[in-house]
Each structure stands twice: as C-alpha cells, then as structure tokens.
C-alpha cells in the first residue's frame, strides 16, 4: 500500500514538472527577447535649446 502511494505521489510531482516546463521555457523567451530589444533600442537624441529669432535662448 506505501508502495502503491508513493509511486502515485510521483507520478503526481512528474506531470507537475513536465507542465511546467513549457510555460518556464515560454517565460524566459519573453524575457530574453525583451532584454534583447531594450538593449538594442536607441536612446533618444538630445536637442540643445531653442532659440529664438533675436537669438537668445529665451531666459
């Protein structure tokens, strides 16, 4: 009867595990793959002030 109950507690934690195998592989995609994006995104240019038409910066 032990026997009988630990092989199906086993059984239990090795389908648990095997399901959770596609989803931890899914997650960790998304989470490299935005890593990687982030990483090669532009950073966006920095403008010098305006300025205006007599030809100061407007302070």
């Known amino acids: 009867m032990v026997?009988?109950?630990a092989l199906q507690l086993g059984l239990v934690?090795?389908?648990w595990?095997?399901?959770l195998?596609?989803?931890a592989i899914a997650a960790l995609t998304v989470l490299s793959f935005k890593a990687v994006?982030?990483?090669l995104?532009?950073?966006?240019?920095?403008l010098p002030?305006?300025?205006n038409k007599m030809g100061e910066d407007g302070r």
């Open 21 to 23: 195998i596609p989803a």
């Open 37 to 39: 994006r982030g990483a």
């Open 49 to 51: 002030p305006l300025k």
């Open 17 to 19: 595990l095997l399901a």
């Open 13 to 15: 934690v090795v389908v």
């Open 3 to 5: 026997l009988v109950t």
């Open 41 to 46: 995104r532009k950073a966006p240019a920095v």
